[in-house]
């Protein structure tokens, strides 16, 4: 295979196969969505707000891990800043 030819098949090949994965997660959440049982659930507020706080604690934490990495390596962002970028 020439050099002219690997170079534009290996974008097509990278290109299929994220749309095949694109695809593939569409048809999965596309058939979760049409279960009858989903139709039944009722969402308990206390329970979401539960896990909106876990999920912003994760995120919270992760993002600290970053800013202090930040000023560890001589950086000085503000702490809203670095919060917002991550």
């Known amino acids: 295979m020439n050099e ?3 170079r534009w098949i290996w974008p ?14 569409g048809w999965q959440f596309w058939g979760d ?3 009858a049982q989903l139709q039944q659930l009722s969402l308990q507020m206390p329970w ?9 604690a994760g995120l919270g ?6 800013y202090r990495l930040l000023v560890v390596f001589g950086e000085r962002p503000a702490l ?3 919060l917002r970028a991550y």
């Not at 934490?61 to 970053?66: H, K, S, V």
């Open 33 to 35: 969505l049409h279960h």
């Open 12 to 25: 097509l090949v990278k290109a299929l196969l994220a749309l095949a994965i694109v695809g593939a997660v």
């Open 61 to 66: 934490c992760a993002a600290w891990y970053w």
């Open 4 to 6: 002219r030819m690997r």
């Open 48 to 56: 979401v707000v539960l896990s909106a706080l876990l999920y912003l």
């Open 80 to 82: 809203g800043a670095a």
